[in-house]
C-alpha cells in the first residue's frame, strides 16, 4: 500500500532512500529479535533443548515472507540489496535457521555468513542444534 501511494509522488531516488530506511529499520528489529530468542533460549544450561522445530519453521516461513515484500518495494531491488548490510545479516540469519548443519558448514566455506560475528552465529547453531558430536564441529569451524 504504501508503495503504490508514495512511488508515483516521489522522484524515484528519493524513493529507494526512504523505503531502503524503513526496510533496515525493520530488518533490524527482526534481526535483534531472532537473536534476543537464541540468547534467552542459550540462557539456560549447557544441555538446553535446542528451539522447537515448529517455532523455528514459523520463524522461517515469516522470514520469507518478509524477504518476498521487501524485494517487491524496489524497482531495482539489487541496487539496494548490494548496498545493505542489513540485508545481508538477515539473509544470513535466515539461512542458518532454514538450514542443516551440513549447510551451515557449506555456507562458512562460501561466506554466507560474514556479516555475523563468531558469537552471533554460534548462538544461533546453540539454539537450533542438540548439542552434540556435529555441532561441536560446527561451533570450532565457526571460532577460527
Not at 504504501?2 to 526512504?18: E, G, H, I
Not at 534476543?36 to 516461513?61: E, I, K, M, W
Not at 539461512?95 to 544461533?124: C, H, T
Request: aromatic letters at 8%.
Amino acid at each position: 500500500q504504501l508503495q503504490t501511494a508514495w512511488q508515483s509522488v516521489l522522484p524515484s531516488k528519493t524513493y529507494a532512500r526512504a523505503f531502503g530506511g524503513l526496510v533496515d529499520v525493520v530488518l533490524s528489529r527482526v534481526v535483534s529479535a531472532v537473536f534476543f530468542l537464541a540468547a534467552a533460549r542459550n540462557l539456560g544450561a549447557a544441555g538446553a533443548d535446542p528451539l522447537p522445530h515448529q517455532l523455528l519453521h514459523s520463524v522461517g516461513a515469516s522470514l520469507q515472507q518478509l524477504r518476498d515484500g521487501c524485494e517487491g518495494l524496489f524497482e531495482h531491488f539489487g541496487d539496494f540489496a548490494a548496498k545493505s548490510i542489513i540485508w545481508q545479516r538477515f539473509l544470513a540469519v535466515r539461512s542458518a535457521l532454514g538450514g542443516s548443519l551440513a549447510e551451515i558448514a557449506d555456507g562458512l566455506g562460501a561466506g554466507r555468513y560474514k556479516e555475523l560475528s563468531a558469537a552471533e552465529l554460534a548462538a544461533l547453531i546453540e539454539a537450533i542444534f542438540p548439542n552434540d558430536a556435529a555441532r561441536a564441529t560446527i561451533l570450532a569451524a565457526v571460532h577460527q
